[in-house]
């Protein structure tokens, strides 16, 4: 059983920072594109930043500028450096993977349980 397990929400203020982290555990032969998304209330969820195998990122244009991904292949985690918050970046942020668990299988979508973000002064 493959689980991500996020951590680094909390409250901040407007222009402050935070720094998420997904470590993925369990049976793992191989991770793909890791990413993070969020929801906010009355939202649907949205891409905020992806990032393949190999290091090349992408990133909502609302930001741009602000978050960087990155990712530590050697430990399976996947972090999310957010600067300059503002209101709007809160949400329910989700991190996401595509892992297989031995070499003949498929990849598969695996998605942590949220973490809360609230900027707020």
């Known amino acids: 059983q493959v689980q991500l397990v996020e951590s680094g929400g909390g409250l901040v203020q407007p222009g402050g920072s935070l720094r998420l982290s997904c470590a993925a555990s369990?049976?793992?032969?191989?991770?793909?594109?890791m990413g993070w998304y969020r929801q906010a209330p009355g939202k649907e969820r949205e891409l905020v930043a992806l990032i393949t195998s190999g290091g090349s990122t992408n990133y909502a244009d609302s930001v741009k500028g602000r978050f960087i991904i990155s990712r530590d292949n050697t430990k399976n985690t996947v972090y999310l450096q957010m600067n300059s918050l503002k209101p709007d970046d809160t949400a329910v942020y989700y991190c996401?993977?595509?892992?297989?668990?031995?070499?003949?299988?498929?990849?598969?979508?695996?998605w942590g349980q949220g973490t809360l973000v609230t900027v707020s002064s």
């Open positions: 369990g049976t793992i032969f191989g991770i793909n594109a």
């Open positions: 996401n993977a595509n892992i297989r668990s031995s070499w003949s299988a498929r990849y598969r979508e695996v």
